[in-house]
Each structure stands twice: as C-alpha cells, then as structure tokens.
C-alpha cells in the first residue's frame, strides 16, 4: 500500500507545482514507484513543468466519470521506468468533481504505486478539500514572505483540524537577503507557523529556465536547487539529511535539525 501526500500552499506562485514535478523526479530517482496527480482542475501545470503536455489524452476526472480507464489516462515520463503523470481536466470546474470519486481513484492508485503525490490547488476552497481528501500528509511549500507565511498558516490550521499531519517546505530562500535583514530567515518562518521542517530549497534562476524546458532541476546534478529537493525527497524517504550550505553547496552542513 503506497502513501498519499498532497503539496498544498497558501498563495499562488510559491513555487508548489515545481515542488511536486522535483520531488517525483527524485522519489522515482531512488527506485520508488511514483505516480503524480494534478489535481489544479481548470488550471493545470504539472504536464509543461514535466514536458508531458503533447502527451496528455485523458485526465483524471475521464477516468472518475468512466469515460477512459485508468490506465489510458496515466501518463509514463520516459525518463524514469516508474514515474507517471495523471493530468487535470482543463475544461471541467472544481466544483463539477466529487470528492468522492476522488478519493476512489487515489485509493486505487495506491495499491499500485509506492508514492501519490497529489498537486494541490492554492489556498483552501473546494478544490482544496477535493485534493487531501484521500492524504496520509501534506507538504505546505511558503516562500519567507510575511503574505506567504500568513497564507500558510491558514492552510496549516485547516490541514490540523482535518487530522493530517503537515511539514512545512520553505521555497525561494535567498541568502544574501536573510543576511541584509531583506528576507524572513529559516528560523523565522519555522517559528511563526510552529510546524516542522522538511527541506529549504533556495531561489535559483535555473528553476525558470528548466520550467520552460520541461526538464525538472533535480535531474541536473550541478543545480543547487536540484540537490535540495534530492535532500527532501530523501527526507519523505526517512533518512536524516543536512540542509546544503547555500553558499558552498558542495560542502553539507546541518543548519536545522530534521526529526525523521
């Protein structure tokens, strides 16, 4: 039986969809077989940031309304032998989706693939609720942003009073910034949302241009970013990895203790 995990944000533009892309690329990376749902109905990118949008026919909500089956909907990355992509339906409204068909197809996927990682819908409105509604745990990704912060605090509170446990995974960390006093620090915003840990992913032009490209940074072993979202699926993995020194990344140092 694999485990489900929704990646979820308070905002938009936190960087929580490329999350989702790096972090499958890196759980199939270690031999896991990874299959990642975007559940964005309406406005679905997971297939651009994989460079699988010529290749989706049928999306999820096809297969909960029995119109394909599962497995003409999956989509295979043939860069890894096990890694899939199940797209969202572009043309359907979140609200047009029953929460629970949802919760029949991801349970479904579970008895074939060792992780579901499901990509959420920004914020806490219904296609929220339609997309951990089948989560064994959430991955809430907060840039150091007072606005992000606040938006994912939010989210936290609603994933507590659901009864799934939450980690926190801070995007777009600048150095140089948190150095100036420009930029919330690591330990600021791990104080403010009282959650615990699971990766610090630094900013990295090379996000950009591998979104563009369809080929996630975690396959570029020289990327600082990549090595990062290599460290925090290894974590979701449960091992006890450092944070990288982000001005020598070459060089592991244990900035923040992880309880994996």
Sequence with gaps: MGEVIVITSGKGGVGKTTSVANIGCAL???????????????LRNLDIIM??????VFDFVDVIEGKCRLKQALVKDKRFSELYLLAASQTKNKADVAISGVKKLINEL?????????DCAAGIEYGFETAVSAADRAIVVATPEITSVRDADRVLDRL???GI???????KVRPL????????????????????LLGVIPDDEEIIASSNSGVPVVLNKDCVAGMAYMNTAKRIMGEKVPVLDFYNPKKRCCLFNFRK
């Design 28 to 42: 199939a990376q270690s031999g896991k077989k990874v299959v990642m749902l975007d559940a964005d109905v309406g």
């Design 51 to 56: 460079g699988l949008e010529d290749r989706i």
């Design 110 to 118: 579970k008895e074939s693939f060792d992780y579901v990682i499901i």
């Design 160 to 162: 507590d009073s659901m």
């Design 165 to 171: 446990k939450a980690e926190i995974l801070i995007n």
């Design 177 to 196: 910034m948190v150095k100036k006093g420009t930029l919330l620090g690591v330990d600021n915003v791990i104080e403010a949302l009282a959650t615990e």
